[in-house]
């Protein structure tokens, strides 16, 4: 999963821990929408829950919101029903090679190190597989007690779309992966699988952390929205 088409961190990344490039919705009217393509499997349910990629999506927006709004930013992430208009594209597609999941391309951000420059519109493509969960935060335990001998509809799907919806949406935002940078696999503590920051990269079977921005993603998107102190 990644930025398709990103492969240079901003001036900054080999002596700071925050990762992002140098773009921002910042000259945006406000309100950033999100549209969730039909293209997406329809709402099922399974073991008394609704099994859902669109809920996913939302909650990765909600999240993502609260640490606007932590930061002061004067932005808001908001879905929409007009695909035309939206400000971010979500979609469902086979993406061509087997260790590719998700790939999230900045339109406008193209000013690394030379100043900040505003984010024009995103496409967010999801990898069409059999191994995506999409229950909501009350079956996160159940879903993380998994073992790969238990045959249940849960435990048969391995990965969190949850958590991958929160990295994506963060990616759209304005942040980089966050072990790509200098210091910052340590700083995210992207190698521990119960406090993993929503900005690092890589999925792990079984675990949900990511679905809940951290205090490494906070501080990584107040300086993308111009309020570190």
Not at 59 to 77: E, F, H, I, K, R
Not at 93 to 111: F, H, K, Q
Not at 171 to 184: I, P, R
Not at 195 to 201: E, G, K, P
């Amino acid at each position: 999963m990644g930025i398709g088409g990103w492969g240079v961190p901003p001036a900054q990344a080999q002596s700071d821990v925050y990762p992002w490039w140098d773009c921002s919705w910042e000259g945006s009217s406000g309100i950033v929408t999100y549209y969730v393509a039909g293209t997406f499997p329809d709402d099922v349910v399974r073991e008394g829950v609704v099994n859902s990629f669109e809920d996913r999506i939302s909650g990765a927006a909600a999240n993502w919101n609260s640490q606007l709004s932590a930061v002061s930013a004067n932005n808001t992430l908001a879905m929409t029903s007009n695909g035309l208009s939206a400000d971010i594209y979500w979609t469902y597609r086979n993406i061509s090679g087997p260790a590719v999941t998700t790939v999230t391309a900045l339109g406008g951000c193209d000013n690394h190190g030379s100043g900040d420059s505003d984010i024009t519109d995103v496409l967010v493509e999801v990898d069409r597989r059999e191994e995506w969960w999409t229950q909501p935060d009350s079956r996160r335990s159940t879903f993380e007690s998994c073992t790969s001998s238990n045959p249940s509809y849960t435990c048969s799907k391995e990965w969190d779309f949850g958590e991958t919806a929160a990295h994506e949406m963060g990616h759209a935002l304005g942040m980089d992966e966050a072990q790509t940078h200098s210091g910052g696999s340590s700083a995210a503590d992207c190698g521990d699988g119960d406090i993993r920051a929503t900005l690092c990269s890589g999925l792990m079977d079984w675990v949900t952390a990511r679905r809940t921005p951290n205090t490494f993603d906070r501080e990584t998107l107040d300086r993308v929205y111009e309020n570190f102190d």
